[in-house]
């Protein structure tokens, strides 16, 4: 098993190029999320989806739009780049474990630079 | 907002040293997990607590969720260097596993 896994692993664009970040998944996991990180504020939830051809907002949603025709795959996509979307981005992918609890597993994140 | 307020944010220690850090809120919980996350890799997680007053331990590593559900600590014994990482809590608010991340704290263990 692959896990979960993200594409590009780092990437540079100017302001106002669109572009998609890939995440995939191997374990047959319902949820997907994905998150960015910046420095000093943890993980922020951007959109997440509970199911195919279900998705919802997370806490940052704007510029960014998500779409999940496949359990296996959630694609992340930047409408029109700024700089203040320069971040490390995070796929996730979960399932219910014990009764309340879901087991997130991340994939190696992308870097992504807006010039 | 961060709802989730962990502290210290930096913890520098020599190996064989015990540390504590604490992750608060405000908020109840359905359930709280701890991860830890090296350079240029994702979180991973280390352990879920759903029970209020619930205790885990993992080999050193001994994991505290509140009895009102709102806090946590990660407790680590004799620590190693291979224990240096950022370590994030995460609360769930009881729906699908929607979590709400604290902002993290860098714990450096040195030989």
């Known amino acids: 098993n692959a896990g979960v896994t993200q594409t590009p692993k780092f990437q540079v664009l100017k302001t106002g190029q669109s572009m998609t970040l890939q995440c995939a998944q191997d374990m047959n996991h319902e949820y997907m999320s994905w998150y960015r990180q910046d420095p000093g504020m943890g993980l922020r939830l951007i959109h997440y989806?509970?199911?195919?051809?279900?998705?919802d907002q997370g806490e940052v949603p704007n510029g960014y739009n998500v779409s999940r025709s496949t359990t296996e795959d959630f694609p992340l996509r930047l409408l029109s780049a700024a700089p203040s979307q320069t971040s490390v981005y995070f796929c996730?992918?979960?399932?219910?474990?014990?009764?309340?609890?879901?087991?997130?597993?991340f994939g190696p994140g992308t870097r992504l630079t807006v010039t | 907002t961060q709802l989730l307020e962990q502290s210290p944010q930096f913890l520098s220690i020599q190996e064989g040293e015990n540390l504590t850090v604490y992750c608060n809120s405000s908020s109840v919980f359905s359930s709280l997990q701890w991860y830890r996350q090296e350079p240029g890799e994702g979180p991973v997680l280390l352990v879920t607590?759903?029970?209020?007053?619930e205790v885990k331990k993992l080999k050193r590593l001994t994991f505290q969720f509140g009895d009102a559900r709102k806090d946590s600590s990660l407790h680590i014994t004799a620590a190693q260097p291979g224990d240096t990482g950022l370590y994030l809590c995460a609360g769930a608010d009881g729906s699908w596993g929607k979590f709400q991340f604290g902002a993290g704290t860098q714990v450096v263990v040195t030989p």
């Open positions: 607590v759903v029970t209020g007053g």
């Open positions: 996730a992918s979960s399932y219910s474990g014990t009764g309340t609890s879901y087991e997130q597993y």
């Open positions: 989806s509970v199911g195919a051809g279900i998705t």
